[in-house]
């Protein structure tokens, strides 16, 4: 069975379902329209009898690169409202709407299992920490993209990772940007295993599933 959806392809199979990120031409980045929708398949899947438990993966090159740079973009357009309070009744209201993307993940009834390869940049950071249980490829790396942009990563992601990693580990991630590579990850606590391949993550997470699925 599959949803029809534009952004993210859903597959359920055997009462697993497997959520790929879609829009590997944009590095799975996400728009406001992804968004939103993602939000929507994890309220649908939360509730639906056919699923148990669901695997969230990332089409093409990376798992996600967090947000779209449009997106960004339409951020930075709001410096030119001049009054300020307006101005940031605009920001809280966009940024609570990611936020309760990012929250329906974690309130989802089912387990959700990120299976990370490659780029974990950005808000794919606040989504990975979102989920139950993080695996991951060894080339795959995290990194708390914010900090360059001169952001906060308030989407969920420094309420959510020292709560996975020790405090001191997600401070220096926050401050300084850096990527951290699958088996670094793994070494914190960040992911429960790193696997060589996409191949062998996807095979790997997907006998996890079948054994939580009971």
């Not at 379902?17 to 031409?25: K, L, S, T």
């Not at 300020?84 to 966009?94: D, H, Q, T």
């Not at 309420?159 to 401070?171: D, E, F, N, V």
Request: hydrophobic letters at 40%.
């Amino acid at each position: 069975k599959t949803m029809n959806n534009k952004h993210f392809k859903v597959e359920i199979d055997q009462k697993i379902a497997q959520v790929f990120i879609n829009r590997p031409e944009k590095a799975n980045a996400l728009n406001m329209d992804a968004w939103t929708e993602m939000q929507t398949v994890f309220e649908t899947l939360s509730q639906s009898e056919d699923v148990r438990v669901i695997i969230l993966a990332g089409e093409g090159k990376h798992f996600c690169a967090g947000i779209d740079l449009e997106l960004l973009m339409s951020i930075g357009r709001f410096q030119d409202i001049a009054c300020s309070g307006k101005r940031s009744e605009k920001v809280r209201k966009l940024i609570l709407t990611l936020q309760q993307t990012i929250t329906a993940i974690e309130k989802c009834s089912k387990p959700v299992l990120a299976a990370i390869h490659n780029g974990c940049i950005g808000g794919g950071v606040d989504i990975a920490t979102a989920c139950d249980i993080r695996y991951c490829t060894e080339d795959a790396y995290f990194t708390v993209k914010e900090i360059d942009l001169g952001m906060v990563a308030d989407l969920g992601t420094l309420q959510r990772l020292p709560k996975i990693i020790s405090t001191g580990m997600a401070a220096e991630m926050a401050y300084t940007g850096r990527k951290m590579f699958g088996p670094e990850a793994k070494s914190i606590g960040l992911v429960n295993y790193c696997y060589a391949s996409k191949e062998t993550l996807m095979e790997g997470v997907m006998q996890i599933a079948i054994c939580s699925r009971h």
